[in-house]
């Protein structure tokens, strides 16, 4: 069973933004006349939703209350946790800010296990679900109920994927576009509901792409700086596709209200060349006297040791030469390390030698090759970060575990 610390750092940082955020967020609530229906807190960000109108307004009374409104307690929590006392917690925290009105809500997949790690049964949360665009829906809404106070399950995707991420190294992602239409009418033709996940592609900004891994924490897939997400409505924001054309028919089919006139794409332009200059080398940079954030430690620390939660942190050490050589073994580099040697004693101000890379995903040795060097050969490790484990068990991802 994964338990949360209710008195770790991470919960009272939570706390704390919650503190902030939540009340600003109060006032703008349905319930309050503003325009806020449902509140998403998870994905590494804030979203204000204001959409899931036809689930809000058609099934309000089924969840036994009078405001639609739905504040998304915990996302998926049943894939990597199993908590009781956490969530209670998080559910106190949201009602204390946002008050009792509110419908507070969880999502996990569709299975019995997931469900029964992730969510609180009856009526202290309403249980949706997700599951993979294409898998029958209604089974997965039967076994949504049993988890859910009699008469207050209205079947809801709370994730319908209407593509799907990238990671580096693969091909660009695409579904097709009837195959994803017909599987969300499969939800639309007998009232129930799906929030399109991603309805608009985006793009993860600066080093905020994100990860997965698979059955073990070496198989790791770090994500694009694009989350097109071969969305309907484009990272661009494009629409003139078939996918955002198949989607609407059916979603017109089923709503009760007419949709809005389909917009235009986007105005593209052309910006020409873009010069960029160069400022200094990396490796120059070391000889600035009185510089920061320089640590000194026996082993070697992880990156939030030392502070430094995201881009590139660089490992400076020394070792003997030998005469075959030696070899470098990062047994838990995370996520991707480029190695450079100098000798100090031949030509301290010549830049280091590139050698190779060792990857988390091929951890493999890299051999150092002899240098004729009086002095210890300098050993330079520039680790970067690929983007933190955001989805599964393997979730605490330091960086680095182990140089």
């Given at each position: 069973m994964a338990v949360v610390n209710l008195t770790s750092n991470e919960l009272v940082q939570v706390e704390k933004w919650w503190g902030v955020l939540l009340p600003r967020i109060a006032p703008f609530l349905y319930s309050n006349g503003g325009p806020i229906i449902m509140v998403q807190i998870k994905y590494e960000s804030l979203n204000l939703a204001k959409g899931y109108t036809n689930f809000a307004s058609s099934n309000h009374k089924k969840l036994g209350k009078?405001?639609?409104?739905?504040?998304?307690?915990?996302?998926?929590?049943?894939?990597?946790?199993?908590?009781?006392?956490?969530?209670?917690?998080?559910?106190?925290?949201?009602?204390g800010h946002l008050g009792d009105d509110i419908i507070l809500y969880t999502t996990d997949g569709g299975s019995r296990e997931t469900l029964a790690k992730g969510t609180l049964r009856g009526d202290t949360v309403y249980s949706a679900v997700d599951f993979t665009t294409g898998d029958e829906p209604w089974p997965v809404f039967k076994l949504q109920?049993?988890?859910?106070?009699?008469?207050?399950?209205?079947?809801?995707?709370?994730?319908?994927?209407?593509?799907?991420?990238?990671?580096?190294?693969e091909n660009i992602v695409k579904t097709d576009a009837d195959f994803t239409a017909a599987a969300l009418e499969k939800i639309l033709s007998r009232n129930g509901s799906a929030v399109l996940y991603m309805a608009h592609g985006g793009t993860n900004f600066g080093f905020y792409s994100g990860a997965n891994t698979g059955e073990n924490e070496t198989v790791y897939k770090p994500d694009l700086t694009s989350y097109d997400y071969d969305a309907p409505i484009k990272e661009s924001g494009d629409v003139d596709n078939a996918k955002f054309k198949a989607l609407r028919l059916v979603i017109n089919k089923y709503s009760s209200a007419s949709l809005p006139s389909v917009p235009s794409n986007n105005q593209k332009t052309g910006y020409g060349d873009i010069q960029l200059q160069k400022t200094a080398f990396l490796f120059d940079t070391l000889n600035i006297k009185d510089a920061i954030d320089v640590f000194k430690s026996e082993s070697p620390i992880s990156m939030e040791s030392a502070g430094q939660m995201s881009g590139f942190l660089l490992y400076i050490s020394g070792y003997?030469?030998?005469n075959n050589g030696s070899t470098l073994f990062i047994p838990e580099?995370?996520?991707?390390?480029?190695?450079?040697?100098?000798?100090?004693?031949?030509d301290d101000s010549k830049r280091p030698t590139y050698i190779?890379?060792?990857?988390?995903?091929?951890?493999?040795?890299?051999?150092?090759?002899?240098?004729?060097?009086?002095?210890?050969?300098?050993?330079?490790?520039?680790?970067?970060?690929?983007g933190r484990v955001n989805y599964g068990p393997f979730m605490f991802d330091r960086k680095v575990k182990s140089l």
């Open positions: 009078t405001f639609e409104v739905a504040f998304w307690i915990e996302n998926e929590f049943g894939s990597y946790g199993d908590d009781k006392v956490y969530l209670h917690h998080l559910v106190t925290l949201a009602r109920k049993e988890f859910n106070a009699p008469g207050k399950s209205p079947p809801l995707s709370a994730e319908f994927y209407t593509g799907w991420l990238t990671h580096w190294g003997a030469a030998i580099v995370h996520d991707r390390a480029q190695v450079f040697i100098s000798c100090p004693s031949k190779g890379k060792i990857e988390r995903w091929s951890n493999r040795p890299l051999a150092l090759p002899y240098t004729d060097c009086s002095s210890n050969i300098r050993l330079f490790i520039l680790v970067e970060n690929m």
